[in-house]
């Protein structure tokens, strides 16, 4: 009963099958098989990056004014094209913090004891089975929006000293957040590598982050170090990654997200002892959903009433 209102919700914005026309729109979007009225369509709420924004799909909405994305990260989206069409984006970065960071302490709480790797071996443990402190060590974290400041929270309680450095994408410091969670702000990328005993990446995926964290980047980290991405997998380079994994160039990775999603199960990855993967977990749980849909549904509400909409992606 709980879920309903919810999915009632979702199905409303989403649902283009709820808007029943006696036309049939064969469209490459799965979504938009089925018959729909185009021209009621006002707004979409993208569940999970679905629908595709095309060219196709906005020339094919005349009366579309918003778009609510159901995350943080936008790299799916083509934001300018978007704009041409005169729609405008909102995307759900409060909803999505708390769950994206608890998925980045898991990875990182994970890796350090390596959980995943020891936990079918019901035998009681054997000496090489050691793993990596977490009381004191020094986070590295690469990019301080909601989920990097979310993050920086939870390691308050081991005492960790937390190293930040910000983006392209929040260029500007955010002087009273490091004051509450007590991190410093490291001026230079490399530092913050040198020092970091678990570097965490979430910054967005653009250009200039592309391939951020290359071979260059992970030789700098120290051969105890623990990567951490849980922002998108093209920021860090992979082949690389594999490599540094395999020559011990740093100690582990720990990864929510890839390239391609999933990867191929004969990936090089996917055969290393010292690497987790789980499937994209970031923003997923019930509760993040519910908000993540609330969050889209104000921003849609505002933007259909001509007011202003509280996370308006600007170009
Ligand atoms: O909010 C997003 O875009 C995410 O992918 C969180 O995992």
Same mark, same amino acid.
């Given at each position: 009963m709980a879920n309903k209102p919810f999915l009632n919700l979702r199905e409303t914005i989403t649902g283009m099958e709820e808007l029943?026309?006696?036309r049939p729109v064969p469209h490459k979007n799965k979504h938009f098989e089925k018959p729909y009225?185009?021209?009621?369509?006002?707004?979409?709420?993208?569940?999970?990056?679905?629908?595709?924004?095309?060219?196709?799909?906005?020339?094919?909405?005349?009366?579309?004014?918003?778009?609510?994305?159901?995350?943080?990260?936008?790299?799916?989206?083509?934001l300018k094209?978007?704009?041409?069409?005169?729609?405008?984006?909102?995307?759900?970065?409060?909803?999505?913090?708390?769950?994206?960071?608890?998925?980045?302490?898991?990875?990182?709480?994970?890796?350090?004891?390596?959980?995943?790797e020891v936990a079918p071996n019901v035998e009681y443990c054997e000496a090489d089975l050691l793993g990596v402190e977490v009381t004191r060590a020094t986070l590295g974290i690469i990019g301080m929006g909601?989920?990097?400041? +979310?993050?920086?929270?939870? %390691?308050?309680? &081991?005492?960790?000293?937390?190293?930040?450095f910000y983006f392209f994408f929040f260029p500007v410091r955010k002087e009273q957040e490091e004051q509450l969670v007590g991190a410093t702000y490291c001026g230079k990328l490399e530092s913050l590598l040198q020092q970091s005993d678990f570097v965490m990446v979430v910054v967005s995926l653009t250009p200039q982050t592309r391939k951020l964290i290359g071979k260059r980047e992970m030789e700098l980290m120290k051969p105890t170090a623990t990567l951490i991405n849980i922002s998108r997998g093209a920021v860090v380079d992979q082949e690389a990654l594999v490599s540094a994994l395999q020559d011990g160039v740093i100690r582990a990775a720990a990864l929510d997200v890839t390239y391609?999603?999933?990867?191929?199960?004969?990936?090089?990855?996917?055969?290393? +002892?010292?690497?987790?993967? %789980?499937?994209? &977990?970031?923003?997923?749980?019930?509760?993040?959903?519910?908000?993540?849909?609330?969050?889209?549904?104000?921003?849609?509400?505002?933007?259909?009433?001509?007011?202003?909409?509280?996370?308006?992606v600007k170009l």
């Amino acid at each position: 009963m709980a879920n309903k209102p919810f999915l009632n919700l979702r199905e409303t914005i989403t649902g283009m099958e709820e808007l029943i026309s006696q036309r049939p729109v064969p469209h490459k979007n799965k979504h938009f098989e089925k018959p729909y009225l185009r021209d009621k369509v006002q707004a979409i709420y993208l569940w999970w990056h679905k629908p595709v924004v095309d060219r196709e799909l906005l020339q094919s909405l005349p009366n579309l004014k918003v778009i609510a994305n159901s995350g943080v990260g936008m790299d799916h989206l083509d934001l300018k094209l978007i704009a041409g069409f005169g729609v405008k984006m909102a995307n759900a970065p409060h909803a999505v913090s708390n769950s994206t960071a608890d998925t980045g302490m898991a990875l990182l709480l994970a890796s350090a004891r390596r959980i995943i790797e020891v936990a079918p071996n019901v035998e009681y443990c054997e000496a090489d089975l050691l793993g990596v402190e977490v009381t004191r060590a020094t986070l590295g974290i690469i990019g301080m929006g909601s989920i990097g400041y +979310k993050i920086a929270l939870r %390691t308050a309680c &081991l005492k960790y000293s937390v190293i930040l450095f910000y983006f392209f994408f929040f260029p500007v410091r955010k002087e009273q957040e490091e004051q509450l969670v007590g991190a410093t702000y490291c001026g230079k990328l490399e530092s913050l590598l040198q020092q970091s005993d678990f570097v965490m990446v979430v910054v967005s995926l653009t250009p200039q982050t592309r391939k951020l964290i290359g071979k260059r980047e992970m030789e700098l980290m120290k051969p105890t170090a623990t990567l951490i991405n849980i922002s998108r997998g093209a920021v860090v380079d992979q082949e690389a990654l594999v490599s540094a994994l395999q020559d011990g160039v740093i100690r582990a990775a720990a990864l929510d997200v890839t390239y391609p999603e999933p990867l191929p199960r004969d990936h090089p990855l996917l055969k290393l +002892k010292n690497v987790i993967i %789980t499937p994209h &977990l970031g923003i997923k749980t019930e509760k993040t959903a519910r908000m993540i849909t609330e969050e889209a549904v104000e921003n849609i509400l505002a933007a259909l009433h001509g007011l202003p909409m509280p996370n308006e992606v600007k170009l």
